[in-house]
C-alpha cells in the first residue's frame, strides 16, 4: 500500500510504501505525479521504504516504464529506508541518474527531517 505522507507540498511529493504495490496502486500514483508535473513542470520525491515494501512483477514493469518516459521530469528522489540493500542500491543507481539530471540520495530512518530538507531544497 502506498500512502502519501502529509509533508508533501506543491512539486514534492512523499510516499510512504508498507507492502507489496499493486499495479492499480501503481497506476493510480502514476496519474497523481502525472498531474504534479503538469502543474510544476518537474517534481521530487521522497519514499519511505517499510520492511515490507515491494512491488509485484507488473507493477514494477509499469513504473519502470514509468520512470523511463519522465526521466528528465523527475528532479530530486529521496529514498528513506533503514535497509542496506536499499542503501547499496541507491549508491549504484545514483551516478547513471545524474546522468539523465536526477539528484538520489539514500537516507536512513533516523534522517527523515534530514531527508525532507534535501528534497525541498
Known amino acids: 500500500m502506498i500512502q502519501e505522507l502529509p509533508q508533501s507540498e506543491a512539486s514534492v511529493i512523499g510516499i510512504e510504501i508498507n507492502s507489496k ?9 502514476a496519474e497523481k505525479f502525472d498531474k504534479a508535473i503538469e502543474e510544476h513542470g518537474k517534481v521530487s520525491t521522497l519514499v519511505v521504504l517499510g520492511e515490507e515494501a515491494g512491488f509485484g ?49 539514500h537516507f536512513e530512518l533516523s534522517e527523515l527531517d534530514d531527508a525532507w530538507k534535501w528534497v525541498k531544497h
Do not use: C
Open 21 to 29: 504495490v499493486s499495479v492499480d496502486e501503481q497506476k493510480a500514483w
Open 57 to 105: 512483477v507488473k507493477a514494477g514493469i509499469e513504473d519502470l516504464k514509468w520512470v523511463t518516459k519522465n526521466m528528465k521530469k523527475l528532479d530530486k528522489i529521496a529514498v528513506v529506508s533503514d535497509s542496506n540493500v536499499w542503501k547499496w542500491l541507491i549508491a549504484l543507481d545514483s551516478p547513471f541518474a545524474q546522468l539523465v539530471g536526477i539528484s538520489e540520495k
